[in-house]
């Protein structure tokens, strides 16, 4: 069976620890987008770990784990990852590929990265995480890119990198008043880097292609989620690639006629990281308090993120858009001890009451949520195994919210821990 993962909210669902559980019935796992702007955090007794561009499945010893084409690779964070985890007594080799058709993330995708979000007035910053990803997406889709494979031919390589990088310095010194980068550190760099990286480097399409016909199960780990999916989110402050389904589908070069199954990760309710409209925000007591009780701090670059009553109308898009066929609920424990509970199930907008996410962000950031409200529950449910563990309160908020998505909810997780989840 083949199945993708992917965040059905604006990230930080809890990805990372399903699918650390789901690798385990999985022979090969997928990262097909995005780059180190995700931070996928597993818990494995009392190790914690963050996995940014390597898949969370890596932490099987006997999986297989692939970086697809669709992925930006900058080589500096992947062998920093590769290093924490020999550190860590993990081993890598033979059991992790990178597509030779993915996109090198160089210095002067962070550098302009990093230029233009300190440069853009306050209501244009995007809140980034300052990795160089919307660079490196748009030097692809420009065709300026530099993929893994042209690391096989150094005379080439020069060639393209002196051509590119005039473009960048010309850009970094008109817009910036940068000096520009040196093209003899980062040549040097790829130099240096070249032949490491070329051993883990395979046509992964073409391996993905050949482990389906042998009936292996392929588990693909979405990142980000879909409300930051540079099509279908609250553009433009999303990230720079499709976190929806179809970026499995591109960034790995399987045929979705080999998808069984497309299984939506949320949290029990909203959070987001970065600049944007978010319409079930909390009010700032509320917000406190569940950020200090659900740690919602971000794996990558440390930030709070804000938090929010569950959204339905946002869900729904991510449902209909990915084709969700079941629902994974994270992080139910962090709601114990509220006396109610709330579910944004439409919006008011001016004198108009919406169902459907309206694809104007301006229109969006007016957006009031009508709210159901539901009586909370005050039982720690950190240590509940199953259905029947739960206080009746939250099996009727889950309920509720299997009606509303109107998809089957498969797993519910009650803490950070492989053992702190309900299988229904
Ligand atoms: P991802 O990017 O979707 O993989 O999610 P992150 O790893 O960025 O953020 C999820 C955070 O919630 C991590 O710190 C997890 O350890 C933690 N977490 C995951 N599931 C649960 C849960 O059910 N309860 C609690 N309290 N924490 C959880
Ligand atoms: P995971 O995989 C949450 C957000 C950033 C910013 C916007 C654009 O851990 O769920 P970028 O650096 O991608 O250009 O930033 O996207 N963002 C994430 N938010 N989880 C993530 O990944 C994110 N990756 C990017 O905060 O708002
Ligand atoms: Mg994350």
Same mark, same amino acid.
């Given at each position: 069976?083949?199945?993708?993962?992917?965040?059905?909210h604006?990230? &930080?669902?809890?990805?990372?620890?399903?699918?650390d559980?789901?690798a385990?019935?999985?022979d090969? $796992?997928?990262?097909?987008?995005?780059?180190?702007?995700?931070g996928?955090?597993?818990?494995i007794?009392?190790?914690?770990?963050?996995?940014?561009? $390597?898949?969370?499945g890596?932490?099987h010893?006997?999986?297989?784990?692939?970086?697809?084409?669709?992925?930006?690779?900058?080589?500096?964070?992947?062998f920093?990852?590769?290093?924490?985890?020999h550190?860590?007594?993990?081993?890598?080799?033979g059991?992790?590929?990178?597509?030779?058709a993915?996109?090198?993330?160089?210095?002067?995708?962070r550098?302009?990265?990093? =230029?233009?979000?300190?440069n853009s007035h306050?209501?244009h910053?995007?809140?980034?995480?300052?990795?160089?990803?919307?660079?490196?997406?748009? #030097? +692809?889709?420009?065709?300026?890119?530099?993929?893994?494979?042209?690391?096989?031919?150094?005379?080439?390589l +020069?060639?393209?990198?002196?051509?590119?990088?005039?473009?960048?310095?010309q850009a970094?010194?008109?817009?910036y008043?940068?000096?520009?980068?040196?093209? &003899?550190?980062?040549?040097?760099?790829?130099l +240096?880097?070249?032949?490491?990286l070329?051993?883990?480097?395979?046509?992964?399409?073409n391996? =993905?292609?050949?482990?389906?016909?042998?009936?292996?199960?392929?588990?693909?780990?979405g990142?980000?989620?879909?409300? =930051?999916?540079? #099509?279908?989110?609250?553009?433009?402050?999303?990230?720079?690639?499709?976190?929806?389904?179809?970026?499995?589908?591109?960034?790995?070069?399987?045929?979705?006629?080999? $998808? #069984?199954?497309?299984?939506?990760?949320?949290?029990?309710?909203?959070?987001?990281?970065g600049?944007?409209?978010?319409?079930?925000?909390?009010?700032?007591?509320?917000?406190?308090?569940?950020?200090?009780?659900?740690?919602?701090?971000?794996?990558?670059t440390?930030?709070p993120?804000?938090?929010?009553?569950?959204d339905g109308?946002i869900?729904?898009h991510?449902?209909?858009?990915n084709?969700?066929?079941?629902?994974?609920?994270?992080?139910?424990?962090?709601?114990?001890?509220?006396?109610e509970?709330?579910?944004a199930t439409?919006?008011?907008?001016?004198? +108009? $009451?919406?169902? &459907?996410?309206p694809?104007?962000?301006d229109?969006?950031?007016?957006?009031?949520?009508?709210?159901?409200?539901?009586?909370?529950?005050?039982?720690?449910?950190?240590?509940?195994?199953?259905?029947?563990?739960l206080?009746?309160?939250a099996?009727?908020y889950?309920?509720?919210?299997?009606?509303? =998505?109107?998809t089957?909810?498969?797993?519910?997780?009650v803490?950070?821990?492989?053992?702190?989840?309900?299988?229904?």
């Open positions: 069976m083949n199945h993708i993962i992917i965040g059905a604006w990230g &930080d669902e809890g990805k990372g620890k399903i699918i559980i789901l385990e019935k999985s090969i $796992i997928v990262r097909y987008q995005g780059g180190n702007n995700a996928h955090t597993v818990k007794e009392n190790q914690t770990y963050v996995l940014h561009l $390597i898949p969370s890596i932490l010893p006997k999986k297989i784990c692939v970086i697809g084409n669709g992925v930006v690779l900058d080589p500096e964070a992947f920093e990852e590769v290093k924490m985890l550190g860590k007594g993990i081993k890598v080799d059991r992790l590929f990178v597509s030779d993915a996109h090198l993330l160089l210095p002067y995708h550098l302009l990265d990093q =230029l233009k979000e300190e306050q209501d910053k995007i809140g980034t995480t300052k990795r160089g990803i919307g660079p490196c997406y748009a #030097d +692809k889709m420009a065709r300026l890119g530099i993929r893994v494979a042209d690391l096989r031919n150094v005379n080439s +020069k060639v393209r990198l002196g051509v590119v990088l005039e473009e960048k310095n970094l010194r008109k817009l008043n940068h000096p520009g980068l040196s093209f &003899d550190e980062i040549y040097s760099g790829l +240096k880097i070249r032949k490491r070329l051993q883990f480097s395979i046509s992964t399409s391996y =993905l292609y050949e482990a389906s016909k042998k009936k292996k199960n392929l588990l693909f780990e990142a980000q989620g879909t409300m =930051l999916d540079v #099509d279908h989110g609250t553009y433009p402050f999303v990230t720079s690639s499709n976190a929806s389904v179809g970026g499995a589908i591109t960034g790995s070069g399987v045929s979705p006629t080999l $998808i #069984d199954r497309v299984i939506g990760v949320v949290k029990a309710y909203t959070t987001r990281v600049e944007g409209p978010f319409p079930t925000q909390f009010p700032p007591k509320l917000m406190e308090q569940i950020q200090k009780q659900g740690n919602e701090y971000g794996s990558t440390g930030r993120r804000r938090c929010g009553w569950f109308v869900t729904k991510a449902v209909r858009i084709g969700l066929n079941e629902m994974v609920v994270m992080k139910l424990d962090v709601l114990s001890g509220l006396p509970v709330k579910i439409g919006y008011r907008l001016g004198g +108009k $009451i919406l169902k &459907d996410y694809t104007s962000t229109e969006f950031s007016r957006c009031k949520p009508i709210y159901e409200s539901m009586p909370g529950w005050k039982e720690d449910i950190s240590s509940a195994t199953r259905w029947k563990d206080p009746v309160n099996r009727r889950l309920q509720r919210l299997e009606r509303l =998505l109107e089957p909810i498969k797993i519910v997780s803490g950070s821990k492989r053992s702190q989840t309900i299988f229904l």
